[in-house]
């Protein structure tokens, strides 16, 4: 494969993982070359080859847009079906969480080498936005900056590769995010969202101080407070769920009142 070709596919896969949208305008040139590594006249050559396909438009003056949007369409058609069972299954979240640790072990190992300011800007950014979402006490807004803070992590992380695939989890990642800080918080918000705060604190602190081991070690403990939790309350629902189904003469009486 020609380099401006392999530069292509880097720049499609930077579109889909960023989930720039049609009218949405790329970073400058100079940016580009430092995120993929290459040199400013293989970005230059590649951006035109977009824009000659019609994924791309210039404007003269004001930088690159994206035209259209690229589809990635065995990793959406492998993810989509997902979603639905985790709708009809709530337990399949335990798959999802086993999947993000085994994603973000590497994303914030490698992000945490490989993360440039704007990254290191971009991640701080999300995290800020996370906690004024908890603050205002906007569930779901929260949720969303939650999933866009280890997505920011992924993209920091300059694998092409990890990073689409997290995309491409993006929808169920989020849906199970959303679930479990409801059930979460609803189980002890105060100190839930104290636990959850600290927990994504450290593991940015790692990323931004360059180090990889504790990085790593953060999004472990994260994901395994997470799981933890979650299977404590739903072993707590299912014992309710059962002294309910207990018939009438098993019930424990209280004490006539005298």
């Known amino acids: 494969m020609r380099l401006a070709d392999h530069v292509v596919e880097k720049l499609l896969a930077l579109v889909q993982a960023r989930g720039l949208q049609p009218g949405q305008r790329l970073p400058a040139e100079r940016q580009l070359a430092l995120e993929l ?4 006249t293989s970005v230059r050559e590649a951006l035109q080859k977009l824009i000659s396909q019609g994924v791309l438009s210039a404007r003269r003056g004001d930088g690159t847009y994206v035209q259209t949007v690229p589809s990635a369409d065995w990793l959406q058609e492998a993810m989509g079906p997902l979603a639905g069972l985790i709708e009809s ?3 399949y979240r335990y798959d999802v969480l086993e999947t993000r640790h085994a994603l973000e072990s590497s994303t914030a190992w490698l992000a945490a080498q490989r993360a440039t300011a ?3 800007e971009r991640i701080q950014r999300c995290f800020d936005v996370m906690i ?3 603050q205002s006490g906007h569930a779901e807004l929260a949720a969303r900056a939650d999933a ?3 997505l920011a992590i992924a993209e920091a992380s ?3 590769v990890l990073v689409q695939v997290m995309q491409s989890l993006f929808t169920v990642v989020l849906s199970t995010v959303e679930r479990n800080r409801h059930d979460m918080f609803r189980l002890s918000a105060p100190v839930t969202l104290q636990q959850l705060t600290v927990q994504h604190q450290s593991l940015m602190q790692a990323i931004l101080e360059g180090d ?5 070690a953060c999004i472990g403990e994260h994901l395994e407070h997470v799981r933890h939790t979650i299977q404590q309350m739903d072993e707590e629902r299912a014992r309710r769920e059962r002294s309910m189904r207990l018939p009438a003469e098993l019930m424990p009486s209280l004490p006539a009142a005298r």
């Open 37 to 40: 590594g290459v040199s400013r």
């Open 89 to 91: 299954d709530p337990n």
């Open 118 to 120: 704007q990254d290191k």
């Open 132 to 134: 004024d979402h908890q």
């Open 148 to 150: 866009q803070f280890h």
């Open 158 to 160: 300059h694998n092409l």
């Open 212 to 216: 990889p081991q504790r990085a790593r």
